[in-house]
């Protein structure tokens, strides 16, 4: 009777540090690769644009309400717009740089991103159905250029790098998908 309560205690057993081994698998590595420190004046511009239109209801609320006694609350929204615009034409584009990583290999694409909340978006190469480079205005003027990668649901991106990196990026994802599609036939 006690030697069935020991082989009972020792699958017990057994079956605990399997489940506390299934429960806490191994981390992935962080992403090794930054975008362009580039990114990081050009975003500040593109952020200042940007904050110009929450400029527009301040204004006119201000021409409307000025000497009532609802002055005060467009004073208040005045405030706050100045603050989201100075953070936005000056710390949140560092903070973002440094909290963008990417990894390609012949596997996947691993793009990890956030600030408050992180994101972390892993792309099997099998999915990836076309890969391009866009490039606006601002990002021309920098030298960058943001690298998309579409599959059948959604399309994402790397943003804001140096054109080289986002040529090589784009064509080492395609090659990496053809040669994935090549295998599965």
């Known amino acids: ?13 057994q079956t605990d540090a399997q489940v506390e081994s299934e429960s806490s698998p191994e981390l992935r590595p962080e992403p090794a690769r930054r975008i362009d420190p580039n ?14 239109f929450y400029w527009v209801f301040p204004l006119l609320l201000g021409s409307v309400y000025w000497g009532t ?13 100045v603050i ?4 936005q034409a000056s710390v949140i584009p560092y903070i973002r740089w440094r909290h963008w990583r ?4 012949e596997h996947e694409i691993d793009l990890k991103r956030g600030i408050f909340v992180i ?3 892993l792309i099997p190469i099998k999915r990836v159905q076309h890969v391009d480079t866009r490039q606006g205005p601002i ?27 986002a040529d090589e990026a784009r064509n080492r994802i395609s090659n990496f998908a053809r040669l994935a599609k090549d295998d599965d036939v």
């Open 119 to 121: 994101t972390r978006t």
């Open 102 to 105: 990417y990894s390609i290999d």
């Open 139 to 165: 990002l021309r003027r920098f030298g960058l250029a943001t690298v998309t990668v579409s599959t059948a649901a959604t399309t994402h991106e790397i943003p804001a790098l140096s054109e080289e990196v």
């Open 1 to 13: 009777m006690e030697s069935n309560n020991l082989k009972t205690q020792q699958i017990s057993d």
């Open 39 to 52: 990114a990081i004046p050009a975003w500040r511009i593109s952020g200042g644009l940007a904050s110009l």
């Open 84 to 87: 989201n615009s100075s953070l």
């Open 69 to 81: 006694p609802w002055q005060w609350p467009v004073l208040i929204l005045a405030v706050f717009v």
